[in-house]
């Protein structure tokens, strides 16, 4: 062990407990999104119209991940992280199972529910982990590492979404022993049950560290988090609505991406998911490494609101970029404008939940993080895509017309994002200070 480790778990031990973290969000994202390349088969198989499809992809998930969350969080704050996540891996994983043995809409609903809700236990508490195995100076770029889950999730769904459909067209029926005749769509979510349910074991070789800071293994009333919430209100308001913005573009461009290529440029789906699917898994995980770096050594130079400024900057580098990649001639252009726009897009998501850590006392960093993503969620996931297609469908009117839905929608929200985080710094550098004052004189510190 380091000396300079101040009681944190050794480095070895901290990052082993943020690779395990990262692979159960990688697991949580492929189960989360590959959905988005299994549309025809389900659609035929189930007799659904696109609407109720699209419930499956998000409205279903995203309200009961973030109802669920709450209540999670606040679990998280003062029981056994390890446990609460082991128990969430194997709920959303008999749930994904469950997605393959649907045989009607209404089956498939309560198991994407299933999914969200076991899905709501990982992150708030995985963040808490994250933040007692490291220092303050380094805790953004290992959050950065567990949030790049989201862009290899999202990258190998649609990797290997554009590979099942090659593979389905190929294959046909299988027969499996006690469950029966299954289609290769169903094959799949069964598959993934089965990977989630065998990695929880994995977890066994996370250790709890010892939580640290004011409040720490103290249950707070939940009044108290209120009162400390609303004490910082400004600065929550800015940050999670900033970010919020942030994933609202990234999801809105993420679910239309594929279909504008198909579109505009007349490529195949599975075309479309290898190279997409790719420019995600990349890039996405370079922006996310990228910007934690940067809060990181923007900390080590006095600066309290090196989050916070991530995103700003984040934001005003991709206002450019998502204005011009849904306007090029051709896809080979668009996806050379796509590389850099997934970038900037991706590199808040790691210092979104860090910046929660800094302003918030250890007793209850599971529930701001739960309230941030349930923020994040609801308003990126469960409206974004929506937002493209209402804009198409009713403003444009034409179908050949998402490419202008594209650039209104992501524009738009970025240049929001840009002005609720540039006026959120002030806000925020007081709530670092606030803490500092509340950790000296809360009855739950022990102070």
């Avoid at 969000?25 to 088969?41: A, G, T």
């Avoid at 006095?302 to 580098?317: E, I, K, S, Y």
């Amino acid at each position: 062990m380091h000396n300079d480790n101040n009681g944190y778990p050794s480095s070895a031990r901290a990052w082993t407990t943020v690779a395990i973290l990262m692979v159960a969000y990688v697991l949580s994202f492929i189960d989360r999104q590959i959905l988005n390349l299994l549309v025809e088969p389900i659609r035929r198989d189930l007799v659904i119209s696109d609407t109720q499809m699209s419930l499956l992809m998000g409205l279903s998930f995203a309200i009961f991940y973030t109802v669920c969350g709450i209540p999670l969080g606040r679990l998280a704050d003062s029981r056994s992280r390890r446990g609460l996540i082991a128990v969430g891996i194997l709920f959303w994983s008999a749930a994904t199972a469950a997605c393959g043995l649907a045989r009607m809409y209404w089956q498939f609903l309560l198991c994407r529910i299933g999914v969200g809700v076991g899905e709501a236990a990982l992150s708030p508490a995985a963040y808490s982990l994250i933040a007692d195995s490291f220092p303050a100076e380094r805790r953004a770029t290992a959050i950065s590492v567990y949030s790049m889950g989201v862009y290899l999730g999202s990258g190998i769904a649609f990797l290997l979404g554009g590979l099942v459909i090659q593979f389905a067209s190929a294959q046909g029926d299988l027969v499996l022993p006690v469950v029966g005749e299954v289609r290769p769509w169903q094959s799949i979510f069964l598959i993934l049950g089965a990977a989630g349910v065998l990695f929880t074991l994995l977890m066994l070789a996370v250790q709890e560290p010892a939580r640290r800071g004011a409040g720490a293994g103290v249950a707070v009333p939940m009044a108290e988090v209120a009162r400390y919430l609303r004490a910082n209100r400004k600065t929550v308001l800015h940050h999670n609505f900033g970010f919020a913005f942030l994933a609202f573009a990234g999801y809105g461009s993420a679910a239309w991406v594929p279909t504008f290529y198909i579109r505009t440029y007349g490529w195949s789906a599975s075309e479309v998911g290898i190279v997409y699917g790719s420019l995600v898994a990349v890039f996405g995980c370079l922006g996310i490494v990228f910007g934690g770096r940067l809060a990181d050594w923007m900390a080590r130079r006095g600066r309290t609101d090196a989050n916070m400024r991530v995103g700003m900057f984040a934001a005003a580098t991709a206002i450019p970029l998502v204005a011009l990649f849904p306007l090029m001639p051709d896809g080979i252009w668009a996806s050379v404008l796509l590389a850099p726009t997934v970038f900037c897009l991706s590199m808040p998501f790691g210092v979104a939940p860090a910046a929660i850590q800094e302003i918030m006392p250890n007793a209850m960093r599971g529930q701001a993080s739960a309230i941030y993503l349930f923020v994040i969620t609801l308003f990126g996931l469960g409206v974004g895509p929506t937002a493209v297609a209402v804009v198409t469908d009713y403003v444009f009117g034409y179908d050949q017309a998402l490419r202008y839905s594209l650039l209104i929608i992501t524009l738009g929200a970025v240049v929001a994002a840009f002005g609720l985080l540039a006026s959120g710094l002030g806000p925020y550098r007081e709530s670092v200070e606030r803490l500092r004052d509340w950790s000296t004189s809360s009855p739950a510190s022990g102070g």
